[in-house]
């Protein structure tokens, strides 16, 4: 096991009904800034719920924090925490909703020049504004971690960044918000969850039984739940808590605590989002099997673990269970109506070659921390999933 | 599901030399009390890589924590917290130091009539003193919680305690400072975890396969990691690791989140340390197979999901696979020579009397959170053990 520090402050309210304990989550002289998304939560009964635990309190609100949050939108609302003195952010929404929260949180007492630099240069955040969140949508688990992904429309650059800071205070996950989520959404949260699991688990054996469990319980949950969510007609509580806490546990730092990391497939899949505006998640599912299948050889120890134990494939050598292991995670995203090729998605070799190019004149070392993947392999990877 | 609250703020820091790194978790200008046992950390090394790191700072040391650290002992130290402002403590050592320190931290600032209130009438705690600790035994995850056991030697009482005030603000946890322990400490720190976990697991089913799985996870980690480590004669750097890392995850609460815990093997367990001065770990190995058994129609879901995934029994009926587990954690216990028979220990009929007389005088509804083990339970479940 490689050596490492956890720490993760988050409380968790976790169930049916913990909108309700907001007000005592909240210093009571806070002056709140609430920001959202699209307005679904104006439909779905949550801001009602989240304004009725909060009467009484000093709340503004600023809606229309799009997926992939953008830069230009959040400035605006870094404009209203520094105009209006704002002390509590609290995000209500997915993940775009908390990465962009998190972003305003440490641009608005950022004082460098250029709050884009947080991003572009991993600028220090020295100091940030509170935040909260009530979650509405169980995918990317930045309600229980310290980062956020931001994507500067007039750039199209997607770039993270993070900081101990930028953990939420607390973050209120009712699985009944969920309900009312569009099929297409629960299924790219399923992706996503699954992807970030992948991304910590299917890398370099440390001999760290520990966490590879974890990764392997999180993976069957998500196998499992997910489709069942995804095809219900009548929601079913339980299904949707599991899915929901399955996808916090997936990216909450625990699983990544002293094994390999990569995060190849989310760079590569960023720039697919970046020029094209595919959704993250399907951006990860078009590109992890080609992932696997170049790194057969390089990762074959973990790959074989993950058939063996994540999809119980038994039989066979192992480099023709890492290619039924890759077959099923890919009919497992088909399976809830993700599209798994770039074709599907109209995009062509010039537009490899494009992002390839961004690589290229990035002159990083690596794609990812694992090591094993360049831009050649990006290029490989990329044009196995035309 | 079960809602739950989940939140745990104890920053870890894992790995070989993580001891180095204890100068920039504490205050500079904090007046340092460090707390250990019966002094194995002077011959073993751990005192003087802790006193390195602290150079500059200032330090008093109260050795002399017992293993079930007294009430009478602890109160000598919240003397010296009092008298010489002490404000962090340094707990170096293993389960009973933590809790003992623990139980120091909350004392030196209550204000009640009687200190002993924190246990006896579990006293709420309003202001505790700072606590950091250096691991150097796997077992109790006392590191990662906020709760703690203290005995009282003038009335044999072993009271348990608890405040979110009472978690470490980091806990060092280096396997290598495992490495000259007494065997029989390593097969307790095992059976502790072990225990520690069943307690949250096999209970009744609530549809949470994420806290399963990982429940799971940490018991075959021990099953596999436990046994090697007490047979080895050159210490293997990950074995320890994982075992330790697994003891940490039995008890911070993350596989609680959610479930039924239960405790009653704890609370009977406590009852025959308090008259006899048995390990911990022991008393939970006694009376762990005869709980399992006298349980066995009503924690049938849980007991077979146990057997299944737990110890790979996959034939004969849910009543022999039962049986099977029952044996097989029996035989586990035995085979890091852990003797599972109150006989072995010359406990007798009217000893178990005597503890039975002591939960009827106590007249609690029930022994544990699960609400299926009574007094009447606690005798059948004893009696079986003798």
Redesign the interface.
Known sequence: ??????????????????ISELNKQIPENAKILITYGGGSIKKNGVYDQVMSALRGFNVKEFGGIEPNPRYETLMKAVEIVRNDNIDFLLAVGGGSVLDGTKFIAAAAHYTGDDEWDILAKRARVDKAVSIGAVLTLAATGSEMNSGGVITKAATQEKLAFGSPLLFPKFSILDPETLYSLPKHQIANGVTDAFVHVIEQYVTYPV????????S???L??LI??GPKVYNSETPDY?EY??MM??AT?ALNG?IA??VQSDWATHMIGHELTAFHGLDHAVTLAIVLPGLMKHLKEKRNVKLVQFAERVWDITDGDDNSKIDMAIAKTEEFFNSIDIKTRLGDHNIKQEDVDRIIQRFTDRRVPAIGMAGDVKTDDAKVILEDRL
Do not use: C, H
């Open positions: 096991m490689n050596n490492f520090d956890f720490y993760n402050p988050v409380k968790i309210l976790f169930g049916k009904g913990k001999d760290s039984p520990v966490q590879d469990r974890f392997e319980g999180i069957k949950t499992e739940e339980n808590a599991n806490w399955a546990m625990l605590a002293g």
